[in-house]
C-alpha cells in the first residue's frame, strides 16, 4: 500500500474514531481524496470498511505529534490547505489529545 493511500486511510479511521463519520467530514475526505487522485471507489470502500481499520492513538506524546505533523504534510502535498483539510486537522488533532491552540501551531510550523 502507497504511503498516501495508508495516510489517507489513516485520516478515514480517525474520522470514524467516534463511532460514524459526519457529512462535513466525508465532504472533507471526498475533497481530499479527489485532489490526492484516490478514485471515489477506493474512497467508498474506505467509508464502508471505517470501522474495521484498527487505527490505534498513539500512547506517548512524541508519536502524537508525529502522527499530527505526517497529517499536515500530507494535507500541504498541493502547496495549501483548503478549508475542509483544515477543518479534519483540527477535529483529528483534537482526538489525538492537543488543544486548537496547539493544532494551530503545528499547521503554522
Known amino acids: 500500500m502507497s504511503t498516501a493511500i495508508e495516510h489517507?486511510?489513516?485520516l478515514v479511521s480517525l474520522s470514524a474514531a467516534d463511532g460514524k463519520?459526519?457529512?462535513s467530514e466525508r465532504v472533507a475526505l471526498s475533497k481530499i481524496a479527489y485532489e490526492?487522485?484516490?478514485?471515489?471507489?477506493r474512497l467508498n470502500v474506505m467509508l464502508s470498511k471505517a470501522n474495521e481499520y484498527h487505527h490505534v492513538i498513539p500512547q506517548n506524546m512524541i508519536d502524537r505529534e508525529k502522527q499530527l505533523e505526517e497529517?499536515?504534510?500530507f494535507a500541504k502535498v498541493d502547496g495549501s490547505f483548503c478549508k475542509s483539510e483544515l477543518d479534519l486537522i483540527n477535529l483529528v488533532g483534537e482526538r489525538l489529545g492537543f488543544s486548537k491552540i496547539e493544532i494551530d501551531k503545528f499547521v503554522q510550523a
Do not use: A, K, Y
Not at 36 to 41: D, F, N, Q
Open 36 to 41: 490526492r487522485g484516490i478514485p471515489m471507489e
Open 21 to 23: 463519520i459526519e457529512e
Open 8 to 10: 489517507f486511510r489513516n
Open 71 to 73: 497529517m499536515i504534510e
